[in-house]
């Protein structure tokens, strides 16, 4: 038995996760404008419901919505029966993600390991399982959100920036596996963006004064999109951050642990907890 929803094979059909705010949220509505139904997670029902309810109103598509903690193995399974399901599936956007303050000897492992099941055991069983209809029908793109983060880790965040390099090797090499099938897989690297993300992670506020490169999340998405007509697995928004990783790629690795030490005391606040935002 198919989804109702989703029953005519010429309809474009998108999975977003993470899409009750942010970047995931803009992806949605991006997608939808160009027509697309789509298949969206969250874990607060009442945002997802809001979210969905707009998309249908202003777009006239159709959205299935699955309530979901992506770090909880039954809530996973159910995501992967809807998968199944669908007739096609053109776009799949691994979004979903949080932050965590606490610094990993001190916090409680189970915590930590949530944020490896979300950032990327999660995506890699999602990105299994569109493979073969995606391959099948020798179409498809897959955009991974990781994170400029990944590229500068620090003291305090170093299972966050640890599963967002994860997941930029494995897009590289996926994408390498999969262009020969004619499917596009992206790694897009955003930086400071104005989403509840930085926020609740405990950015100083008074550093967007500082950083000139902060950027909207349409602004992310526009470019993402974009940058998918030239086949680059590599998707780096905003200028500030394309030249922040030149000069990195030229600075010792001494220089580099120096400077992550005096971007962090400008970056947070004194906070030793964790705060979640799976989206």
Same mark, same amino acid.
């Given at each position: 038995?198919?989804?109702?929803? *989703?029953?005519?094979?010429?309809?474009?059909t998108g999975i977003i996760t993470g899409a009750t705010s942010g970047i995931g949220k803009a992806f949605a509505?991006?997608? !939808? +404008? @160009?027509? *697309?139904?789509?298949?969206?997670?969250?874990?607060?029902?009442?945002? =997802?419901?809001?979210?969905? %309810?707009?998309?249908?109103?202003? *777009?006239?598509?159709?959205?299935?919505?699955?309530?979901?903690?992506?770090?909880?193995?039954?809530?996973?399974?159910?995501? #992967? &029966?809807?998968?199944?399901?669908? @007739?096609?599936?053109?776009?799949?956007?691994?979004? !979903?993600?949080?932050? =965590?303050?606490?610094?990993?000897?001190?916090?409680? $492992?189970?915590? @930590? =390991?949530?944020? =490896?099941?979300?950032?990327?055991?999660?995506?890699?069983? #999602?990105?299994?399982?569109?493979?073969?209809?995606?391959?099948? %029908?020798?179409?498809?793109?897959?955009?991974?959100?990781?994170?400029? %983060?990944?590229?500068?880790?620090?003291?305090?965040?170093?299972?966050?920036?640890?599963?967002?390099?994860?997941?930029?090797?494995?897009?590289?090499?996926?994408?390498?596996?999969?262009? @020969?099938?004619?499917i596009q897989v992206q790694c897009l690297c955003p930086g400071f963006t104005h989403t509840d993300f930085h926020?609740?992670?405990?950015? %100083?506020?008074?550093?967007?004064?500082?950083?000139?490169?902060?950027?909207?999340?349409?602004?992310?998405?526009?470019?993402?999109?974009?940058?998918?007509?030239?086949?680059?697995?590599?998707? $780096?928004?905003?200028?500030?951050?394309?030249?922040?990783?030149?000069?990195?790629?030229?600075?010792?690795?001494? #220089? +580099?642990?120096?400077?992550?030490?005096?971007?962090?005391? &400008?970056?947070?606040?004194?906070?030793?907890?964790?705060?979640?935002?799976?989206?």
């Amino acid at each position: 038995m198919r989804i109702s929803l *989703f029953n005519h094979e010429n309809e474009k059909t998108g999975i977003i996760t993470g899409a009750t705010s942010g970047i995931g949220k803009a992806f949605a509505f991006h997608l !939808a +404008q @160009q027509g *697309f139904n789509l298949v969206i997670t969250g874990r607060r029902h009442e945002v =997802l419901n809001e979210v969905a %309810a707009e998309l249908t109103d202003r *777009f006239r598509i159709k959205v299935y919505k699955v309530i979901a903690d992506l770090s909880v193995k039954k809530d996973v399974q159910y995501l #992967l &029966h809807v998968v199944e399901k669908l @007739q096609r599936i053109d776009i799949l956007v691994n979004n !979903a993600g949080y932050g =965590l303050t606490a610094r990993f000897h001190k916090d409680d $492992i189970n915590n @930590q =390991l949530k944020m =490896l099941q979300v950032h990327v055991t999660t995506p890699i069983i #999602l990105i299994h399982k569109v493979l073969t209809p995606m391959i099948n %029908a020798r179409r498809g793109v897959i955009i991974n959100v990781s994170s400029m %983060a990944s590229y500068t880790p620090t003291a305090d965040n170093s299972m966050y920036t640890g599963t967002k390099s994860f997941l930029r090797n494995f897009t590289i090499s996926q994408h390498l596996a999969l262009r @020969q099938y004619g499917i596009q897989v992206q790694c897009l690297c955003p930086g400071f963006t104005h989403t509840d993300f930085h926020k609740k992670i405990g950015i %100083a506020p008074n550093f967007k004064n500082i950083w000139e490169g902060w950027m909207e999340p349409g602004e992310v998405v526009k470019y993402s999109i974009s940058h998918l007509n030239n086949y680059r697995v590599m998707c $780096i928004p905003g200028r500030w951050n394309r030249m922040v990783l030149r000069l990195l790629s030229v600075i010792p690795a001494s #220089l +580099q642990y120096t400077l992550s030490d005096l971007i962090k005391n &400008h970056l947070f606040r004194h906070k030793d907890s964790m705060m979640p935002d799976k989206s």
